[in-house]
């Protein structure tokens, strides 16, 4: 088994070149192909979502496999249904058990043929691609916001466009407003009608230069490793104030938590200035990929919280509740759920592991949201820590670059 033990630094002061967005990559790889852009954007993440994205647009084999990538099996299925030949789409084991049944269902609702090569409900898919003639769908607002995204990214292709209704509470809103407004810089017209219904024109897209900013979740690691320094200043360039992303929103949050937000013309810094709250609660449904940051860093600082909105962490690269209540067990944390959807800590201990080390599950997010715990631990391991290939490539190259001790057992 691969593993890795970590030391805390003395000190921190680094400036961090972070990976780019994934959620705008993924989203601008997608509409530049369906604009027949000639070059690809700029800035384009090296994690292994993007690249097997890039890999797909440009080659399109007969077999598509997109490994792990959640978000590229979703926009691909979409994708490929509006494209012209037949493709057979697959991933890993546990990417063959995640659902996809509600997106192929819509897609099929417009018109698309797609069929199930294994399990009903599951990839791998065939897809034979065709112009979808169907401009009218309604979806339950609680579906993963990729689905939503999938299927209005496609719809300027349509001969009549898309009219879009969300039922019920609408999960993830600031993914589904990044997808509008990528597609717009892009040409095309797509906007909320009211609170629950969308509208896309026909007309497809123009071809543009495009550069991708820093991604938000990345920085949120770096929040929580100034959160439980005694002292650190952290620079991360390619950030802005006024971010597309909804994970930007790590910065009010960690205000919270002692960590102060200086915003430059192209960087932000983080400094360990202010007071930590005595008790957080939040709902994550808009921001689910920092729940796993918040859950550690709360519990390093002994504040205790109640997190809500967590459903779709059931669904992710691992079943993130049970994951999280799992490992944060090894560390004398006992962590309560309630309803699949909530994750509390009021403050109740069990004895440690004299050497804890963190089960990573397949999920970059265990790997890079535990790390940062060694600030206030004597000794910690993280075991397959290469997962972090996923979003973050160089993390541990980060890590060490500010002064933490990686060593390779």
């Given amino acids: 088994?691969?593993?890795?033990?970590?030391?805390?630094?003395?000190?921190?002061?680094?400036?961090?070149?972070?990976?780019?967005?994934?959620?705008?990559?993924?989203?601008?790889?997608?509409?530049?192909?369906?604009?027949?852009?000639?070059?690809?954007?700029?800035?384009?993440?090296?994690?292994?979502?993007?690249?097997?994205?890039?890999?797909?647009?440009?080659?399109?084999?007969?077999?598509?496999?997109?490994?792990?990538?959640?978000?590229?099996?979703?926009?691909?299925?979409?994708?490929?249904?509006?494209?012209?030949?037949?493709?057979?789409?697959?991933?890993?084991?546990?990417?063959?058990?995640?659902?996809?049944?509600?997106?192929?269902?819509?897609?099929?609702?417009?018109?698309?043929?797609?069929?199930?090569?294994?399990?009903?409900?599951?990839?791998?898919?065939?897809?034979?691609?065709?112009?979808?003639?169907?401009?009218?769908?309604?979806?339950?607002?609680?579906?993963?916001?990729?689905?939503?995204?999938?299927?209005?990214?496609?719809?300027?292709?349509?001969?009549?466009?898309?009219?879009?209704?969300?039922?019920?509470?609408?999960?993830?809103?600031?993914?589904?407003?990044?997808?509008?407004?990528?597609?717009?810089?892009?040409?095309?017209?797509?906007?909320?009608?009211?609170?629950?219904?969308?509208?896309?024109?026909?007309?497809?897209?123009q071809p543009r230069r495009f550069t991708v900013e820093s991604d938000w979740s990345a920085a949120s690691y770096w929040y929580e490793i100034v959160s439980l320094s005694e002292q650190a200043a952290v620079r991360l360039p390619r950030l802005s104030e006024h971010s597309l992303q909804g994970d930007s929103k790590v910065a009010e949050l960690f205000g919270l938590l002692g960590v102060s937000t200086t915003y430059l013309s192209d960087e932000v810094i983080l400094r360990k200035e202010g007071e930590t709250v005595s008790r957080l609660e939040y709902d994550f449904i808009n921001q689910p990929d920092l729940a796993q940051t918040f859950v550690v860093t709360c519990a390093m600082l002994n504040v205790p919280f109640r997190f809500t909105g967590l459903q779709s962490l059931k669904i992710k690269e691992t079943d993130r509740i049970s994951a999280l209540m799992a490992e944060m067990k090894k560390l004398g944390y006992v962590l309560t759920e309630n309803n699949g959807s909530e994750l509390s800590w009021e403050g109740e201990r069990c004895e440690a592991d004299t050497n804890p080390a963190i089960d990573t599950y397949e999920d970059h997010r265990m790997a890079m949201a535990f790390a940062p715990a060694i600030l206030r631990l004597k000794n910690l391991r993280i075991n397959h820590p290469e997962v972090v290939s996923k979003s973050y490539p160089h993390y541990w190259e980060n890590l060490s670059a500010a002064g933490f001790g990686i060593i390779e057992e």
């Fill in 1 to 205: 088994m691969k593993r890795i033990q970590l030391i805390p630094p003395k000190q921190i002061d680094v400036t961090i070149q972070l990976p780019s967005s994934k959620s705008i990559c993924n989203r601008a790889l997608i509409i530049n192909a369906l604009a027949h852009g000639n070059t690809q954007p700029e800035n384009l993440s090296d994690c292994d979502d993007t690249q097997v994205m890039i890999r797909a647009l440009t080659n399109m084999p007969p077999t598509i496999d997109i490994h792990a990538a959640g978000t590229a099996m979703r926009f691909l299925t979409a994708y490929l249904a509006v494209t012209e030949g037949t493709h057979v789409i697959t991933g890993t084991e546990r990417m063959q058990q995640r659902p996809i049944r509600i997106l192929v269902d819509a897609l099929r609702s417009l018109g698309a043929e797609i069929e199930y090569t294994k399990n009903e409900g599951y990839p791998p898919l065939k897809i034979k691609g065709r112009q979808l003639t169907g401009s009218e769908i309604s979806l339950p607002g609680n579906v993963s916001s990729q689905y939503i995204s999938a299927l209005l990214m496609i719809a300027p292709t349509q001969k009549k466009g898309l009219q879009l209704t969300l039922t019920g509470d609408i999960i993830s809103r600031p993914y589904i407003d990044l997808t509008l407004e990528l597609m717009r810089q892009f040409g095309a017209k797509a906007q909320w009608t009211d609170n629950n219904r969308l509208k896309v024109d026909t007309g497809g897209y």
